[in-house]
């Protein structure tokens, strides 16, 4: 018996960014639409919650949160962790951005961030602009001033 190819999600540069709605930290729901011609977004997915990696991405991203919204962008961190544990994240280092729970794996699916029946997302963050249009697209570890650059060409 074989096994399925697993499909996996290619998304690039000047594509249209997946519609998504999802519950956040430190409330309610937030939809990629609530920013349509009016705010910048960076999806930074990650693995997990309170992990070395993680901590220091999601540390550097709230550090620098003023630089981002004086260039009208919002930075949404988003992994498959439930909004409770996102909660203690960010209350543990101090958190001032807001987190996405992807609980069910259906957003990083459509971003390309989850393959196959993975548990976490891979760490890759997407420039999406006021139109809701990919502009750049980051696999690993991102370096804030590079991606303050990508944001200032907008």
């Not at 709230?62 to 961190?77: M, N, P, R, W, Y």
């Not at 609980?103 to 029946?117: C, H, L, N, T, W």
């Not at 963050?125 to 006021?130: A, C, E, G, Y």
Request: some cysteine.
């Amino acid at each position: 018996m074989t096994t399925p190819q697993e499909e996996n999600v290619v998304l690039k540069t000047g594509d249209r960014a997946p519609a998504f709605s999802l519950p956040a930290h430190p409330t309610g729901t937030i939809s990629l639409s609530d920013f349509h011609a009016k705010k910048n977004v960076i999806l930074a997915f990650y693995p997990k919650d309170d992990t070395p990696g993680c901590t220091k991405e999601m540390c550097g991203f709230s550090d620098d949160q003023t630089k981002f919204a004086e260039l009208d962008t919002i930075v949404l961190g988003i992994s498959c962790d439930l909004a409770e544990s996102h909660g203690k994240f960010a209350t543990k280092y101090g958190l001032n951005l807001t987190l996405l729970a992807d609980a069910d794996r259906e957003v990083g699916q459509k971003f390309g961030a989850i393959r196959g029946d993975r548990k976490m997302a891979d760490r890759i963050l997407f420039l999406i602009d006021k139109e809701g249009v990919i502009r750049h697209i980051h696999e690993g570890m991102p370096k804030l001033p590079e991606i303050l650059e990508k944001v200032r060409a907008l």
